[in-house]
């Protein structure tokens, strides 16, 4: 079964920094391209940052800059290093996986599995 386990979220201060990781099984980490998701209050679901297989990136206007995107392949392990944090950026962060197959769909990038979300507060 597929599994992605994300961690690192909690509260942080505007202007600062949180790391947020995944840890991903069940599945060929390397051969999928990967993604952050988020969800904030009263809102629907926001694609945050996207990694290809071969490393390429792609971020959603209002993070790019401030946030970065990584795996580590060897480690089956997806990464969100955020910057410069603003209060907007309070969400619940999801790790997502890409697929052909999948039903979430956001701006035409179709995700078919999501973790259980780690809560990101941006506060003061």
């Known amino acids: 079964d597929v599994q992605l386990q994300a961690s690192g979220g909690g509260l942080g201060q505007p202007g600062g920094s949180l790391k947020l990781s995944c840890v991903a099984s069940?599945?060929?980490?390397?051969?999928?391209?990967m993604g952050w998701i988020r969800q904030a209050p009263g809102k629907g679901l926001e694609g945050v940052a996207d990694i290809m297989n071969d490393g390429r990136t792609d971020y959603v206007d209002s993070v790019r800059g401030r946030f970065t995107i990584s795996r580590d392949n060897a480690k089956n392990t997806l990464y969100l290093q955020m910057d410069n944090l603003r209060p907007e950026d309070t969400a619940v962060y999801y790790c997502a996986k890409r697929g052909m197959r999948g039903k979430t769909v956001i701006n035409g990038r179709k995700y078919d599995y999501r973790g259980q979300g780690t809560q990101v507060t941006v506060s003061s």
């Open positions: 069940g599945f060929t980490f390397k051969t999928f391209a």
